[in-house]
């Protein structure tokens, strides 16, 4: 159980295009998603809290119009990145809590690596 | 996060020995995580800790809280090529159940 599934896993386009992922929760309904993004050989760092009918909470330092989350139902967050740059490349990777559990673990997707050429 | 540091960055070991890794946070924690990725991959949830002096164990992996709930080890026993990863310390220290994740240790394990 607590599957999670994160489309696409690799993106390759051109600077100034616009990329979507999708984050679902295959077997659980998430309230609350987490979008992270991971440099190589780094630890994650959280970008925003994802939350079901309402806002997107955005971490210090990152751009909401450049990084769109919608969570539009209890079973998927979008991250789109919006007019993409080389620098936006990295790793990007969801996870999801199951609703109303309590303290319990995040689930993660496979990641995105997304390449800007 | 400079609150969180996990130790040793990286380790080798040969299979069959045991290992090793720390994590240390500068303040109480909620809640702790150790995952284990593969490099490029998602994590793979191994445990959770929540109470002091809590331990829990899976096959041939043990992890422990400290009293003061700020320090977790994981060891892992015996090792086999599969444990080789990189594992990863995440803590929660608030109600908004955001995690901080240390940087990881990197673990390679030799025939």
């Known amino acids: 159980g607590a599957v999670v599934s994160q489309h696409p896993s690799r993106v390759i386009c051109k600077s100034g295009t616009s990329v979507k992922i999708e984050c679902r929760s295959l077997?659980?309904?998430?309230?609350?998603m987490f979008w992270y993004r991971q440099f190589p050989k780094q630890s994650l760092m959280l970008m925003a809290t994802?939350?079901?009918?309402?806002?997107?909470?955005?971490e210090q330092g990152v751009e909401k119009d450049k990084f769109l989350i919608n969570h539009a139902s209890l079973t998927l967050s979008t991250l789109t990145v919006t007019s993409a740059h080389p620098e936006d490349s990295s790793f990007y990777i969801c996870?999801?809590?199951?609703?109303?559990?309590?303290?319990?673990?995040?689930?993660f997707g496979d990641g995105t690596r997304l390449s800007i050429l | 996060s400079q609150e969180l540091e996990q130790s040793p960055q990286s380790l080798i070991v040969q299979e069959g020995k045991n290992l090793t890794i720390n994590c240390t946070s500068s303040?109480?924690?909620?809640?702790l995580y150790w995952y284990k990725q593969k490099y490029g991959e998602g994590l793979i949830f191994l445990m959770m800790?929540?109470?002091?002096?809590e331990e829990k164990s899976h096959e041939k992996i043990t992890a422990k809280l400290d009293e003061k709930k700020q320090q977790s080890s994981l060891h892992i026993t015996a090792s086999q090529p599969s444990h080789a990863g990189i594992y990863l310390c995440?803590?929660?220290?608030?109600?908004?159940?955001?995690?901080?994740f240390g940087a990881g240790t990197t673990v390679t394990v030799r025939a």
């Open positions: 996870s999801a809590r199951v609703s109303g559990a309590g303290n319990q673990p995040q689930h």
């Open positions: 077997d659980f309904q998430a309230t609350t």
């Open positions: 994802s939350n079901e009918g309402s806002k997107a909470t955005y």
């Open positions: 303040k109480t924690l909620y809640g």
């Open positions: 800790l929540q109470k002091g002096g």
């Open positions: 995440g803590v929660r220290r608030s109600n908004d159940y955001k995690l901080s």
